[in-house]
């Protein structure tokens, strides 16, 4: 037997950690995973590893994962060969689409199509030939209010500045959990040494949330909000910094911030306050501080993005930073120069171009929000989804209203799973084409790098050989591509495999043949550890992509929505409002099928805090039932000290004692869906994101 140690890295999360993974060759010729351990060398992670790395192991040798196509005949499951099932998918949407329209057929990608490049090389290849306009993803569950405010502001719905972490001296998170999540929209390995590291040069780490979360733990002052209600805070502190003159001027060319203080002058820190629920001094000292700090970051992640007015909450984030001249600056907030750069190759992408055919929703980047997706099934008419694609994704628990996509999905004429497990979503295809395993196939990252805390890159070769009679995924789009093609009548453009497109996007770029870097794929190979390619350096003004060349601070969608926010009604008195939260050892549904990631403490209890249970006559551990507009689950309750008084939180991604639903592990564990209770119809109306946050409920013993 012989033993090899890999270098690669983890692509499970954002934090894209590097690891060591030692392999050994049976006597019987196979070849088992002995260990992975964080690579002490990667220029990025520096040996920094967290429990999903380490599940790698268990993905590759969970039985439960599909290795082979699957066929559902009634409620049983029949393996089919790769040709014919590729062949029963272009008969199937191409007769869908000839009698009902293109619109017909709809497509949702799961948030692993961006841990993966393959999907995110070839997946249009096929799904491009649809041409349809029902087309989904998990960014308007989680982080559209990004996208469209850099593609407002900056004209690139990429083009997000990133914290500069490593060299700020005032940090201010909110919304945001990077201890459990390893940053998101801030690629960022060993974040805990990263925060601390502010604290011991002297600097200030803030948390605002409406639950002490493990990253509040560690930081210099919490500070509790009403879910909701960040915009509140946030337009308390951008006025505060108008009208107490703490503003700075940047080197940078900007429009509308003039229209921006008369636009907000009503918007005080005193007629906030009883909207956040944050004090009007807190509001105003918060100012004072960030205004006085050399160099700060404000920083708003997910929880700001998944509420009523989460584009609001992006845009006063980018201009809390602006306005103190920490936009584009060192220990500010910077963009990133990433070796294969999506916003240098790419354009602008479009908003509201059309809209959903029953609400009328917008656009973004040709997507429309994943809240109509249901009603799209159900509702009768013209351009009625009649069929639907989905790629790594389980949207009956990562999206609103998990119980009515549920009984869409019972409805539909066909639907291809492009998954490796039969879950919550999949057990209603006719089809699962599974592809290999993370550690069977090489990998670059294009997302995670473009929102790194540094400028990195790396190439990751495959650990394991690909399993005879398996495919990767592009092998799957590019074999779907051929059969739908033919089965139309239309002439297929050649392609090549992604590791020829990365090694052209990296030639191409600014690191490229034409840089004293001159990377290539190959130069990639001979490093692998990674190659650090420095620090985030102010770089805004040349990147640029709007109309002008200059920053937007004002756009006009943004501002006419101010008006929604100044009549939005209070909150009811006694009212429970819903957040979700974040675990280490939890990313996707799938994740819940491994032992090293569900051992432990129990992670899907509803917290509550203690008074609220006391005054519903309630205890610690009880089993209670929780109520919203569109549903009712029930789940252990757990008093919590951390939650703010009237706030109460479930996790994402739980739920599995679903029938059909194949496995194992996962089924065995209590809890209970969050999206049972999320409501379809609470968005942020500007975006068309989920309003996953701020969910009012009632509960109550069960």
Known sequence: MSKTLHHRACHLCEAICGLTIETEVQDDGSTQIRSIKGDAQDTFSRGHICPKAVALQDIQSDPDRLRQPMRRVGTEWQAIAWDEAFELVAERLSEIQARHGQNAVAIYQGNPSVHNYGLMTHSNYFLGQLKTRNRYSATSVDQLPHHLTSHLMYGHGLLIPIPDVDHTDFMLILGGNPLASNG?????????????????????????????SETAAIADQHVFVRPGQDAALLFGLLNTLFEEHLTRSSHLPIEGVDEVRQAIAGFTAETMSPRCGVPA?????????????????????MGVSTQAFGTLCQWLVQLINLVTGNLDRVGGVLCTEPAVDLVASTSGGHFNRWQSRVSGLPEYGGELPVSALAEEMLTPGEGQVRALITVAGNPVLSTPNGRKLEQALDGLEFMLSVDFYINETTRYADLILPPTAPLEHDHYDTTFNLFAVRNVTRFNEAVLAKPQGTLHDWEIFVALAKAFAAKTGVDLKP???????????????????????????????????????GALKPNLAGRLKTATKAVQAAPGIILADLQRFAEQPQARAGELLLIGRRHVRSNNSWMHNYHRLVKGKPRHQLLMNPADLAQRGLADGQRVRVQSRVGVIEVEVAASEEMMAGVVSLPHGWGHARPGVQMSIASEQPGASANDLTDERQLDSLSGNAALNGVPVQVEAA
């Open 281 to 301: 001094d807190t509001i105003r000292q918060l100012a004072r501080d960030f205004a006085a700090a050399d160099t700060a970051v404000c920083y708003g992640r």
């Open 495 to 533: 392609t090549m495999a992604p590791e020829q497109m990365i090694d052209m996007g990296l030639r191409f770029g600014s690191y490229g043949d034409k840089s004293e870097h001159k990377l290539s794929l190959a130069s990639l190979r001979e490093h692998p550890h990674g190659l650090d390619l």
């Open 184 to 212: 998101s929209i801030m690629t960022v390995p060993d974040v805990e040494k990263r925060l601390k590291a502010i604290q011991k040069r002297g600097g200030k780490l803030v948390v605002v949330d409406p639950r002490r």
